[in-house]
């Protein structure tokens, strides 16, 4: 008896393949299997964030990042709220150390209103006191749309969610082969093989090489980057309101380090950015050779090293260096000090470059004959995913038809 064709399959069960699954089960799409690598559901960059649900901020108006940031943001607040998930739409500061700062903070003004956020104040020296006495700065954004989540909370439940409609989640069964045939998509796992009509990539940081499993030439690497977070201990953590972030480099996709009131009251300081020798290499001495060689042999990385090689010989500093990093946050937050902080979580984010190495500023989403391939999916998709998944979930429903 041959095995039963799901409609769609969906690789991965991070936050964007789990609301992918969901969106597509509400789509009316009957069967759908998740398929994840590790033992259990979002254990990679979903479960390993700063855990903030961005406003939309930062991103180029009219791309994927900007609109679907915004309503997916939106959409996320409703989904705590319908399904009891702690959050707090708490605002952030983004502060302006010295004047040089200041017009790239303008910039940042500029963005907020061609994004339609609401509420974006400008603050002088004594508005950041007021709002986070412990910060000292020259100018500053306050953005009240911002808030925090366990990103791992909200993937968890858009999991029981799809086990409710009976959409089928098998754990331990990570991808190893895809072939297509003309009626299926047999897709080999750890733990079985199973047949779909469509698929629908959401390897998080094995996405390039799902899609070559897949058959797939993408132009791109994934670059993993680790960021790691200290956390700072009582009484200092009592003087931090919320979330502090400095203004970012425009080059990078990366925020800066920032410190975050998380939503189960632990204040992070973080998260650097690191180059990984290990896609899930979590910490300093994990190596993979096969990772590291992926890196090193990718021509695109050569170029982005000769462009950016001060700004990675830094943070590999600071990462090697407590005190380093400490005076980066005392810029800041000029009272914290090394004994104030412990080490805590690291995360590795995946980023894909080109062959130019250019790092690719948007989300990426590579449609194929039955494939959906998610190819680019770094921050803010968590805050996004709801979005996300809603746009994959549309394509593969027409698709289906
Ligand atoms: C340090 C850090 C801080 C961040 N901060 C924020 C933030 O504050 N706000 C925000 O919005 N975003 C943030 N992000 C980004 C956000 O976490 C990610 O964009 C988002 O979680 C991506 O979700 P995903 O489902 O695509 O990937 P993942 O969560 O990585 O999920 C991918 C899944 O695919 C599985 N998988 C991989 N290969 C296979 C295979 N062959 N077969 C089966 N399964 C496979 C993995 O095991 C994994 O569970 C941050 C990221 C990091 C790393």
């Given at each position: ?26 789509n009316g799409v009957a069967s759908i299997v998740v398929l994840e690598a590790e033992d259990e559901l979002a254990q990679h960059q979903t479960g390993r ?161 799902v899609a070559r499993i897949c058959g797939m030439s993408p132009k791109i ?181």
């Amino acid at each position: 008896m041959s095995s039963p064709v799901y409609d769609v399959a969906v690789i991965g069960g991070g936050i964007v393949g789990l609301a992918a699954a969901q969106s597509l089960s509400e789509n009316g799409v009957a069967s759908i299997v998740v398929l994840e690598a590790e033992d259990e559901l979002a254990q990679h960059q979903t479960g390993r964030n700063s855990g903030v649900i961005h406003s939309g901020l930062y991103y180029r108006p009219g791309s994927d990042k900007a609109r679907f940031c915004a309503s997916g943001r939106e959409a996320l607040y409703r989904f705590c709220e319908k399904h009891d998930i702690d959050y707090r739409r708490c605002g952030k500061l983004v502060v302006a150390i010295d004047d040089s700062e200041l017009p790239a903070l303008d910039r940042l003004a500029e963005r907020a209103h061609a994004n339609g956020l609401e509420g974006v104040e400008r603050l002088d020296a004594s508005g950041i006191r007021d709002k986070e006495p412990a910060a000292v700065g020259v100018g500053a954004l306050w953005v009240p749309e911002t808030g925090i989540v366990d990103f791992g909370r909200v993937a968890t439940k858009l999991a029981e969610l799809l086990r409710t409609r009976g959409g089928r989640i098998l754990t331990s069964a990570r991808v190893q082969k895809v072939a297509t045939d003309a009626d299926a998509i047999n897709i080999e796992t750890d733990s079985e093989t199973v047949r779909s009509r469509l698929l629908v990539n959401c390897a998080g940081l094995q996405a390039d090489r799902v899609a070559r499993i897949c058959g797939m030439s993408p132009k791109i690497r994934l670059i993993p980057f680790r960021g790691e977070y200290l956390e700072l201990e009582g009484s200092a953590a009592d003087r931090i309101n919320g979330l502090i972030y400095p203004v970012p480099d425009p080059r990078l996709p990366f925020l800066g380090i920032h410190l975050t009131r998380t939503i189960d009251d632990r204040v992070l300081a973080g998260p650097n950015a690191v180059l990984a020798w290990k896609r899930e290499g979590y910490r300093a001495s994990d190596f993979s050779v096969r990772d590291t060689a992926d890196t090193l042999l990718f021509p695109g990385f050569w170029k982005l090293a000769a462009g950016f090689w001060r700004t990675g010989a830094g943070e590999m500093y600071r990462s090697w260096n407590r005190a380093a990093f400490v005076n980066g946050l005392q810029r800041l937050v000029p009272g914290v000090t090394a004994d104030q902080l412990e080490p805590s979580r690291s995360g590795v984010r995946a980023q894909a470059i080109d062959s130019e190495g250019r790092l690719l500023d948007d989300f990426q989403i590579l449609r194929a004959d039955r494939m959906l391939h998610v190819l680019n999916a770094p921050s803010p998709a968590a805050t996004a995913a709801l979005a996300i998944g809603q746009h994959l979930a549309d394509m593969a429903s027409t698709a289906l038809r």
